[in-house]
C-alpha cells in the first residue's frame, strides 16, 4: 500500500526540495509514498487571495484565518485522512507516533505561519504536533522533521534491521557504532566487536544501550523493568577506582 501525504503550506519550495533528494526521494520513486505539496493561496480569500488577519483583542503579527484551511481541507481530506496541525503546543512527537502515522493510509500536515493560527483551525485537525519545546517561524520543518520520520518506516523503504535497533525503536538510545580503522588516534575499536561472537556482541550493544541512555537520557529509564542493569557499569568503575 502506497502512503499518500498531502502537505499544507504558504511555502511550498520550503518543502518540496528536501522531500525530492536521498532517501525520501527514492521512497517516491519506488512508489512505497506519494506527496504532493499545495499552496494554501490557492484557497485564499478575494483578489489578493489572504490567508491571515490581525488577532482580535489586539497584539503583535498576524492570525492565519481557518477560511482558507477549512477549505483547502475540504479539497484534500478523505474518510481515512489522518489530518495534523504542526504547533508548538501539540504532543510531543516520538519514534512510536511515527511508526503509528506509517500505518496510516493518508496523512493531511496543515503548516502555520506567522504568531499562529485561529483557535478554530484546532477543531477541523485530528492531531497537532510538536517536535519540541521551542519556537520556528512556521510549520515548514516541523512537518519535514515529521515526514521523513513516517516514510522511512514504511516496510521496504530501507533496511528492515536498520529501523530495529536504532535509536527509541525499543525505548532506548543506539548503542555506538564504529567502522574501520580499528584504531585512530589512540582510540580502538571495541575487541568484542571483532570477536565474532554474535551473542557477546549483543550483550555488548544492550549494555551499551542502557548505559548511553542511562546518561544521557534518564528519563527514558524510570518504567523500565532493566533499569538497574543499566547503573551497574557505574557501580562497576566506582569500585575499580577504589
Not at 500536515?109 to 492531531?127: A, H, M, N, T, W
Amino acid at each position: 500500500m502506497t502512503l499518500e501525504i498531502d502537505i499544507l503550506t504558504l511555502f511550498p519550495a520550503m518543502v518540496q526540495g528536501p522531500l525530492a533528494q536521498s532517501i525520501p526521494g527514492r521512497i517516491q520513486e519506488q512508489g512505497l509514498a506519494t506527496i504532493r505539496v499545495h499552496d494554501l493561496r490557492e484557497w485564499g480569500l478575494g483578489q489578493h487571495r489572504s490567508v491571515d488577519d490581525a488577532p482580535y483583542g489586539g497584539g503583535a503579527g498576524m492570525i492565519l484565518r481557518p477560511e482558507p484551511v477549512a477549505a483547502a481541507l475540504d479539497a484534500v481530506r478523505r474518510p481515512d485522512s489522518v489530518v495534523i496541525l504542526l504547533d508548538p503546543v501539540g504532543e510531543v512527537f516520538t519514534q512510536a507516533r511515527a511508526a503509528d502515522l506509517a500505518s496510516r493510509a493518508h496523512l493531511v500536515f496543515v503548516c502555520p505561519r506567522y504568531e499562529g493560527v485561529d483557535e478554530r483551525i484546532r477543531s477541523l485537525v485530528d492531531l497537532e504536533l510538536s517536535i519540541g519545546d521551542y519556537v520556528l517561524t512556521g510549520g515548514e520543518l516541523p512537518a519535514l522533521v515529521v515526514v521523513d520520520a513516517v516514510i522511512r518506516l514504511l516496510p521496504g523503504a530501507i533496511e528492515e534491521a536498520s529501523t530495529v535497533e536504532e535509536s527509541f525503536s525499543a525505548g532506548l538510545l543506539e548503542y555506538p557504532q564504529y567502522t574501520r580503522p580499528p584504531t585512530f588516534r589512540g582510540m580502538d575499536v571495541p575487541t568484542v566487536l571483532a570477536s565474532g561472537d554474535h551473542g557477546a556482541v549483543a550483550r555488548w550493544r544492550r549494555e551499551q544501550a542502557l548505559e548511553r541512555t542511562r546518561r544521557r537520557r534518564p528519563d527514558l529509564l524510570p518504567d523500565r523493568p532493566d533499569e538497574p542493569a543499566a547503573s551497574k557499569p557505574k557501580r562497576r568503575r566506582r569500585n575499580d577506582s577504589t
